[in-house]
């Protein structure tokens, strides 16, 4: 759908502390895996972080901004998958 990235990941968080803390946790996790950020924008505010990992962009949300921004319906002709957890 688009030449920018293969995946999206959307996800929300309740408040700054939280969001702050699942993109540290992500990067961390990553980048023990190999996989380095190559940007990070929106960490202090932390209403929207964006977090590039090249094939990969992850969208942190606070409650609000998601629902103004709605990536999904932007997105919505883009194939879903369902996200299941390993551990």
């Not at 590039?52 to 919505?76: A, M, P, Q, S, T």
Request: glycine residues 6%; proline residues 1%.
């Amino acid at each position: 759908m688009t030449f920018i990235t293969d995946f999206f990941v959307i996800c929300s968080g309740f408040n700054k502390r939280q969001l702050q803390s699942i993109a540290n946790e992500l990067e961390m996790k990553l980048k023990s895996q190999g996989v380095h950020m190559l940007g990070m924008e929106g960490y202090t505010e932390a209403l929207w972080i964006l977090i590039d990992f090249g094939d990969v962009i992850v969208h942190l949300f606070d409650k609000d901004k998601r629902h103004f921004y709605d990536l999904e319906l932007l997105w919505g002709d883009a194939p879903k998958l369902q996200w299941t957890s390993n551990s």
